[in-house]
């Protein structure tokens, strides 16, 4: 029977997330997963560049407009998604009953649907009623979508934090609504910001969906390039590389996050 | 464990037993022909998702004259080429324009059509240059001649490519494009045959280039590309391919 405290709250939030961060933060030998995995990828891509400049070369420079658009995309997506996702999670642990049956059927409906039936719907199936651009429908589909995942991550983080916290803020005479602003969500925070990341980094893979709306970001450039000179093998090898190494690069940067978080935590 | 290796062995003999039986039956050669089918009326699906169309009944009137048997499958165009040059299937009947670059890469049958790119605006519109189309949104299939006509033409356009000339169309009409380019035969088929378009759409012109369709195959295989050339030529004696253009075109 597990025991109410925090480190089994804590265990909630690795549930609702991918499992244990790669790299993890306290790993600091030279040698890791991921420094395997960055160097091997910049190596096999300087490499092919290098000996074997003549498709890519031609390729690499085929996609950096792309590479635009999918940045683009991502940062407008999390600029809507993590707002979205704080509301979404406050709304699940409401008390009051209609803001949570709203945002936990919000979240059941878009965690049921796969995200690219999403963008087929809000480009193609809607487009009989409003008419937006492929890109901006790409942020909302994105955004909606990854709303719901980061409630979910939101709502686990709150939860987490001891009620001992929130007792003791509501007999200090907070409000309630101090409570969560100045007392629980700040130390939320810590917890809830690393899944945050990598649902952040998720969403940049994910993008590579939106070529199916004419959106030219890296994998429709790829597609395209490999349209007029059929080379699958050496244009899809630089995407996955191109992937690969935005992803490893991030997922650094989520992880020095996260140690810096987890400083007085004296693991 | 030993009645399951005998149940193997019997398994296996079975099956090479069957093997045999159907290499004697079906004594004739089987190739798979791969088609996108989301270009109509050259081929696409019917209610009963079987492909057809014109490429479809050409390519099997081929393989009759000649003997051999063919199975058509639909698969995706993004990737078509990759699939016939793995060797996944032997022969692409999708309407694929003879080119100079993908002749680098494929062998190609003598032509069996003969088609141009035209442009589709919305009904009541009318451009009759591709420089017309300066400054608008051109959309139509990804990787298709109708593309690469316009990127050559070095029009200043925003070029968008879609998975399949439907969604361009569909776009088209929704007003969030200006234009699409694709092959005449398509064009006509989404302007005046496909009822749901019907008075919203303006076949505005063609190109003076022509195109030849010709049936892809893999580098270096002479033995089928002789016998689907020495089809063609049996098909068109026989007059067949005026049939199928009048039957899926009208014309």
């Given at each position: 029977m597990p025991e109410p405290d925090e480190n089994h709250s804590k265990g909630n939030i690795v549930l609702v997330?991918?499992?244990?961060?790669?790299?993890?933060?306290?790993?600091?030998?030279?040698?890791?997963a991921w420094s395997i995995s960055l160097a091997g990828a910049i190596c096999v891509l300087a490499g092919l560049f290098l000996f074997s400049p003549d498709p890519y070369e031609r390729i690499v420079r085929y996609l950096p407009d792309g590479m635009l658009v999918t940045f683009k995309i991502t940062i407008m997506s999390i600029c809507f998604a993590v707002p979205l996702g704080l509301l979404t999670g406050l709304g699940r642990i409401s008390r009051n009953r209609g803001i949570n049956l709203i945002a936990s059927t919000y979240v059941e409906i878009i965690r049921g649907i796969p995200l690219l039936v999403q963008l087929f719907y809000i480009y193609y199936a809607l487009s009989r009623f409003v008419t937006v651009s492929g890109t901006t429908s790409a942020v909302i589909a994105i955004s909606i979508c990854y709303g719901a995942y980061m409630g979910e991550v939101f709502r686990a983080g709150i939860s987490a934090i001891p009620k001992g916290q929130t007792e003791a803020a509501r007999s200090l005479g907070f409000s309630r609504v101090q409570t969560m602003f100045l007392v629980v969500l700040p130390q939320a925070w810590r917890t809830i910001l690393p899944p945050v990341g990598n649902e952040c980094i998720a969403m940049l893979k994910d993008t590579?969906?939106?070529?199916?709306?004419?959106?030219?970001?890296i994998m429709q450039r790829a597609r395209s390039f490999v349209g007029t000179t059929y080379l699958y093998f050496e244009t899809y090898t630089v995407v996955a590389l191109v992937y690969l190494i935005i992803t490893l690069l991030l997922s650094k940067a989520v992880s020095i996050m996260e140690s810096r978080l987890n400083y007085y935590d004296g693991k | 464990m030993k009645s399951v290796c005998r149940f193997l062995l019997g398994c296996g003999a079975l099956l090479l037993g069957l093997t045999v039986c159907a290499g004697q039956t079906f004594a004739k050669e089987k190739y798979i022909v791969a088609s996108d089918c989301t270009w109509p009326p050259m081929e696409f699906l019917n209610d009963q998702k079987q492909v057809q169309g014109y490429s479809t009944d050409f390519i099997r009137a081929v393989a009759e004259a000649v003997g051999i048997e063919v199975e058509v499958r639909n698969i995706a165009w993004d990737g078509i080429f990759g699939g016939v040059a793995t060797g996944q299937?032997?022969?692409?009947?999708?309407?694929?324009t003879i080119t100079e670059e993908r002749k680098k890469q494929f062998d190609f049958t003598d032509p069996y059509f003969e088609v141009h790119q035209a442009v589709i605006v919305p009904a009541g519109k009318q451009v009759s240059?591709?420089?017309?189309?300066?400054?608008k949104k051109v959309g139509g299939q990804i990787a298709t001649t109708g593309i690469f006509v316009m990127r050559n033409a070095k029009v200043d356009c925003e070029l968008k490519e879609y998975d399949d000339v439907g969604l361009a169309i569909q776009d088209l009409v929704g007003g969030r494009i200006d234009a699409v380019i694709c092959d005449d035969p398509v064009a006509m088929y989404y302007v005046n045959m496909k009822k749901d378009y019907a008075g919203k759409l303006n076949l505005s012109f063609k190109t003076e280039d022509k195109e030849l369709y010709g049936f892809t195959i893999k580098k270096g295989r002479e033995d089928l590309l002789k016998k689907l050339n020495e089809g063609i030529a049996k098909v068109k004696a026989a007059g067949l391919d005026k049939e199928f253009a009048k039957k899926w075109m009208g014309q």
């Open positions: 997330t991918d499992g244990a961060s790669i790299p993890d933060p306290r790993e600091w030998r030279l040698i890791n590579a969906l939106v070529s199916i709306m004419a959106v030219p970001d | 299937y032997d022969i692409v009947a999708s309407s694929t240059t591709l420089a017309d189309l300066k400054g």
